[in-house]
C-alpha cells in the first residue's frame, strides 16, 4: 500500500525568499504523485502533477516539483514566494494501478512573511 | 460550470443528531469521494463511488453512510453524531476512480462541530 510523509509540517519564510517542501512516498509499484494547494477555507486546488517523462514538473503560480524515483521524494519548491503563497500544501500519491486511491500526506503550513 | 459543490458550509449539532451533507458536481466525473480533514493528519477517505450505483468504504468509515443519488450527485449520512465527528468534511471528482491522469477536484468543504 502507498503511504506519503511530508517531513515540515510547519515552513515559515520571508517574502521572496526561495522554499523547499519537502515530500516522500513509499510504493511497491510506479505511481502518479501530485501537490495541492489549499487556501484558508476553501477547498484542495491542484498545484501540479507528476505522471511520466521529464522529472522536473511546473506548475501554476511559479511552483515546480522534482520527482527522484531512487529518492522516492517529490519535493516542491518555488524560487521566490509571495505574501499570497500562505497555505497549506498537500502530497498525494496515487498507485498507477487500474482503481487506486489517492492517499494524502499530512500537510505543510507555508507561512510567507513580510 | 460550478465544478463541485457541497451544502451546507457550516453546520452545528447536538451529540446523537443526524444530519446529510449534499454533494454535487457538473463535470460528468464517474467518481467521487468523501474526505475529512483534520489538523495535523491530512485528509483521510471516508467512502467512495466508483461510478454510478457504486459505493465503498475507505479508511475512516465508522459512523457514516453514503449515497450515491445519481451520476452527478453523492451524499454523506451521519446518523448519531458524535464529538469525534467534529471535522471539516470534503467531496471530491474525478473522471476515473482513483486519479488517473487527471486528479481529482474539490469541492469547498463543509465545517462540522459536534458538541
Known amino acids: ?114 | 460550470n460550478a465544478g463541485v459543490t457541497q451544502t451546507p458550509k457550516f453546520q452545528v449539532l447536538k451529540t446523537g443528531q443526524s444530519m446529510t451533507l449534499q454533494c454535487a458536481q457538473d463535470m460528468n466525473h464517474n467518481s467521487m469521494y468523501w474526505y475529512r480533514q483534520d489538523p495535523g493528519m491530512g485528509l483521510r477517505l471516508i467512502y467512495y463511488s466508483a461510478s454510478e450505483g457504486t459505493t465503498d468504504k475507505g479508511e475512516v468509515p465508522n459512523g457514516y453512510n453514503v449515497s450515491r443519488l445519481n451520476k452527478r450527485e453523492f451524499s454523506l449520512r451521519l446518523e448519531s453524531a458524535a464529538p469525534s465527528q467534529t471535522s471539516v468534511y470534503f467531496c471530491a471528482s474525478s473522471e476515473i476512480l482513483g486519479t488517473g491522469m487527471f486528479g481529482q477536484y474539490f469541492g469547498p468543504g463543509t465545517r462540522l462541530t459536534v458538541t
Do not use: M
Request: proline fraction near 4%.
Open chain 1, 1 to 114: 500500500a502507498q503511504s506519503v510523509t511530508q517531513l515540515d509540517s510547519q515552513v515559515p519564510v520571508f517574502e521572496e525568499a526561495p522554499v523547499e517542501l519537502r515530500c516522500n512516498y513509499s510504493s511497491s509499484v510506479s505511481v502518479y504523485l501530485f501537490w495541492y494547494v489549499q487556501y484558508p477555507n476553501q477547498g484542495l486546488q491542484l498545484l501540479l502533477k507528476y505522471l511520466s517523462g521529464s522529472t522536473l514538473v511546473k506548475g501554476i503560480n511559479g511552483f515546480e516539483a522534482e520527482f527522484n524515483k531512487s529518492q522516492t521524494s517529490f519535493h516542491l519548491r518555488k524560487p521566490s514566494v509571495h505574501i499570497s503563497d500562505t497555505a497549506e500544501y498537500f502530497c498525494a500519491v496515487s498507485e498507477e494501478t487500474s482503481g487506486s486511491r489517492l492517499t494524502f500526506g499530512e500537510g505543510t503550513q507555508l507561512t510567507v512573511n513580510p
